[in-house]
């Protein structure tokens, strides 16, 4: 599906610009994020663009749900210059961003709650120079372990 021409044609046709898989051993193109344990989340930050194009996250909620019914406590969140804004991530919603240019984080859960996103990055771009690619492997092992330096 990540390498489908449909869904390309389609994150392309919302990004307003052409867009491509990010290469395969970039560890982060396509991730499976799975919020399990109660406080599971990731803090503010921008997703890192080492490429020399543009850089889009795509994040599709597979699973959001409490054991109390509805949605998970964990919220997609993001910055804005009026304050901290909640995206939907209901099961099933697709949400695309700029990432290096959204501040923005997935809110803590509560016990037993259970939140699980696809996550997919394209670029405009693939190039990437070399010190580039080294500083990318470095910030891929805080998330995959050291062998995110050899993949």
């Given at each position: ?115 699980i996103m696809l996550s997919m ?31």
């Amino acid at each position: 599906m990540y390498h489908s021409d449909e869904l390309r044609e389609w994150v392309s046709s919302i990004a307003g610009i052409p867009v491509f898989p990010t290469p395969d051993g970039d560890q982060s193109s396509l991730s499976l994020l799975c919020y399990r344990e109660a406080g599971d989340h990731i803090n503010w930050h921008y997703d890192h663009n080492f490429y020399h194009g543009r850089h889009f996250t795509v994040l599709l909620s597979l699973a959001n749900e409490s054991p109390k019914g509805g949605v998970s406590k964990s919220k997609l969140m993001r910055k804005t210059s009026k304050g901290e804004e909640s995206i939907d991530t209901s099961a099933n919603v697709l949400v695309l961003f700029e990432g290096a240019k959204v501040l923005h984080r997935a809110s803590p859960t509560d016990e037993g709650d259970l939140r699980i996103m696809l996550s997919m990055t394209f670029c405009t771009d693939s190039r990437i120079s070399p010190l580039k690619e080294i500083a990318r492997r470095v910030k891929d092992t805080a998330f995959f372990g050291l062998r995110a330096l050899w993949d």
